[in-house]
């Protein structure tokens, strides 16, 4: 089961749906464009950005992460 396809979507848009909610709760408002591109990573990607994030201070610690 959790190598079906659907599976896999339902767990990446619940892991972005976190990953943005942290985002909004550490920056504010952060720019659409930058959040397209946290919508575009891969599962593990955003786990990575999850850990990450924690020692983030300003968005530029977002953009050069995602750069």
Known sequence: MEE??????IVQKEAFKLIS???KRRFDDIDVSLVEQVKNLSTEQLEELGEELLDFSEVADLIAWLE
Request: proline share 0%; charged share 20%; hydrophobic share 35%.
């Open 4 to 9: 079906s396809v659907i599976y896999q979507d």
């Open 21 to 23: 909610r942290q985002l």
